[in-house]
């Protein structure tokens, strides 16, 4: 199914959220196991670098926020609302954010590894300086609909 597909059978269950707008994106790194995840309710956070954000002029996400997660094939697996959004360094990323990214062992050492490799890549590929205390943005959420 896709993403507009996903949106209409969502606002026919739910039709207060008729007038509410929603994006529609997959995961920057294995987008299918993490759109699985978010399925699953393993994955309920993602972190995402706060400069990509300017470079590609994009808003940063928002409390309330409805978005649709496609895997790598751009299918809808399931809609989600943001809970919680916030920006720290890097390198301050907490133990329970780390946990409920749902990655891996789930732990802040798999999930620092797995992070700097991501972000040092995309750093080079950007032009932009990377540091283990670059801004990030941290994201909760809640799956709503599958």
Known sequence: MKAKQM???FIQLHPE???SAYSAWSYGAIPDQL????????KTATTSAYELYALEDEPLPQVNELSIILDSN???ICMTKTTKVYVVPLNEVSAEHAFKEGEGDRT?????KEHI????????ETNLRFSENIPVVCEEFEMIYN
Do not use: P, S, V
């Open 35 to 42: 759109a699985e995840l978010t399925l699953k309710n393993i």
């Open 7 to 9: 949106w209409n059978n």
């Open 117 to 124: 490799d991501f972000f040092t890549k995309i750093y080079q």
């Open 17 to 19: 959220y008729q007038d």
């Open 74 to 76: 751009d299918n809808a």
């Open 108 to 112: 802040l050492t798999y999930w620092r």
